[in-house]
């Protein structure tokens, strides 16, 4: 290859190659216009541009993050159900994939005074639950004979099903018959909304009551039912501002009676 | 002796390693200031090029001293913060391509030079040699090579374009050099064109980019070097034409 010498500077040549390439090399006292034949060409800086390693960085510090959201984070951080506790406190906790308590609130006024001062943080829902028990029982929320409701809920029905089974087993476990423990989603519509239960007076009960599986499962039949009913209704009337656990520990005992 | 070194190497900082940054980024901009630099540090590269010969650059090293006046400016080029102060960062380029160009000149370790002396009557063995070049003819085609590239450098001032800036714009891949020489060869066809490029000293390019189907944006990334080779190709310039043609089969084969 032979080069046209263009230009001259002290440290450089600029030359023309026979490709039509200007190039900057070596200048060995060079003149302009020489042709020369052998340059020493000059190294420029390669041009700062996107590195396929600096993909690769890019792509691993990506992964790590996903691993880490997905693997850690969520389970951990996100709410995947929550666990909702009527004694006649009412309290509601979030609970995380991995069983672990996010948050929580007491919905009535007993509940609140359940919940406070109760340092949730970090423990996992069954302690929970256990402890917020316990505390019923030492604030005189709960006694002897009384019932627990547990309703879990979740997107996910197996963990739903699971968590409930497993709270019952285990309150079953510790206060064996001293409470009754209901499982299930207990009157769900009753004790958020008293007054809407006051217009309807008939109809929750008679669906949510069989659907809940209570430890002693009374059996009616069915003449018995109609009349029942009538009594229900009255006994709905008389306690319109209870909550609808009331209702529930009313109407199994009035179907004893 | 070393310790003389030393001192040249000390002589030319009297400026605070901040003002040398200062001066190297300016030449990474600006070729002008560039060659200030060397010029001003050329006792610097003197005496790291002394470091390596062991010899002053007088005494047969003047490649040496060529190749490290190079290599300071790669360095100079090539320098940022982040590389801490620039003179040893400077001292370290200069002594990687002199290493370098020692192992490539190794090669040619089994030749002898022309200027020993050899046989008994005293004749170099340049002498000897049948003197097959026309000296004169040589000196003529020189000087005459030299009047058409000043000329064309005159030329390309016009334009607000120096050599230098057309060699940093050089296309360095064989794509992006191939795609230029196709913007070359539709100029060639359309004489108009390059009459406009003399005559507005603008770069038609959206007709070039039509007529050669080469993107309008490589044409514009490398407009000072499509400027360069387009006005070779206009009128006057022979020599520098025909240096290019003996090569560019690929370019001229269109026409």
Redesign the interface.
């Given at each position: 290859?032979?080069y046209?010498v263009?230009?001259i500077?002290?440290?450089?040549a600029?030359v023309?190659?026979?490709?039509?390439?200007?190039?900057?090399?070596?200048?060995?006292?060079y003149?302009?216009?020489?042709?020369v034949e052998d340059v020493?060409e000059?190294?420029?800086?390669p041009a700062r541009r996107f590195r396929p390693w600096m993909a690769g960085g890019l792509v691993a510090v990506a992964a790590c993050l996903c691993l880490f959201f997905f693997g850690y984070y969520r389970p951990r951080f996100i709410p995947y159900g929550t666990l909702r506790i009527q004694i006649n406190p009412d309290v509601e906790l979030s609970v995380s994939k991995n069983g672990r308590v996010l948050d929580l609130q007491g919905l009535n006024e007993d509940g609140q005074a359940l919940v406070e001062g109760y340092d949730f943080r970090g423990k996992d829902g069954d302690d929970a639950v256990e402890d917020l028990v316990e505390r019923a029982i030492e604030m005189g929320y709960l006694s002897q004979g009384g019932a627990v409701s547990i309703t879990a809920s979740s997107e996910d029905d197996d963990w739903q099903v699971q968590e409930e089974q497993a709270l019952g087993a285990m309150l079953q476990e510790h206060y064996g018959d001293a409470i009754a423990v209901y499982l299930g989603p207990a009157v769900p519509e009753q004790d958020t909304a008293v007054p809407s239960a006051s217009s309807t007076p008939a109809a929750p009960p008679a669906s949510s009551v069989p659907a809940a599986s209570s430890p002693v499962q009374p059996v009616y039949p069915d003449d018995d039912w109609d009349d029942d009913d009538d009594d229900w209704d009255d006994d709905d009337d008389d306690d319109h501002d209870h909550s609808g656990w009331e209702n529930r520990e009313h109407h199994r005992y009035g179907v004893d009676d | 002796m070393h310790r003389q070194t030393q001192m040249e190497t000390e002589q030319p900082v009297p400026q605070t390693d901040r003002g040398i940054a200062a001066q190297v980024l300016m030449a990474q901009k600006d070729p002008r200031s560039a060659d200030a630099l060397i010029g001003q540090y050329m006792p610097f590269i003197r005496s790291e090029t002394f470091k390596f010969t062991h010899a002053v650059p007088e005494a047969g090293h003047e490649d040496e001293l060529n190749i490290a006046a190079m290599a300071f400016y790669e360095a100079a080029l090539s320098y940022d913060r982040k590389k801490g102060a620039f003179l040893p960062y400077a001292a370290w380029a200069i002594r990687n391509r002199l290493i370098d160009y020692h192992r490539a000149e190794r090669r040619h370790g089994g030749t002898i030079s022309l200027e020993v002396v050899s046989g008994e009557d005293g004749r170099r063995l340049m002498d000897t040699l049948p003197d097959s070049r026309d000296e004169i003819g040589a000196y003529d085609l020189r000087a005459a090579s030299r009047a058409e590239i000043e000329a064309f450098g005159r030329q390309l001032a016009t334009f607000d374009i120096s050599f230098s800036e057309v060699a940093d714009n050089c296309p360095r891949q064989e794509r992006t050099l191939a795609a230029c020489y196709a913007v070359l060869n539709c100029a060639r066809a359309n004489p108009g064109l390059l009459e406009r490029l003399v005559q507005t000293h603008r770069l038609p390019v959206r007709e070039l980019a039509l007529g050669s189907g080469v993107d309008k944006k490589t044409i514009e990334r490398h407009r000072k070097y499509l400027v360069a080779i387009l006005l070779a190709f206009t009128n006057g310039y022979e020599i520098i034409r025909g240096h290019l043609c003996q090569m560019t089969p690929k370019g001229g084969k269109q026409e």
């Open positions: 290859m032979k046209l263009m230009e500077h002290p440290a450089y600029v023309l190659d026979e490709s039509g390439r200007f190039l900057k090399a070596a200048n060995f006292h003149q302009v216009g020489e042709t020493v000059l190294r420029l800086p | -």
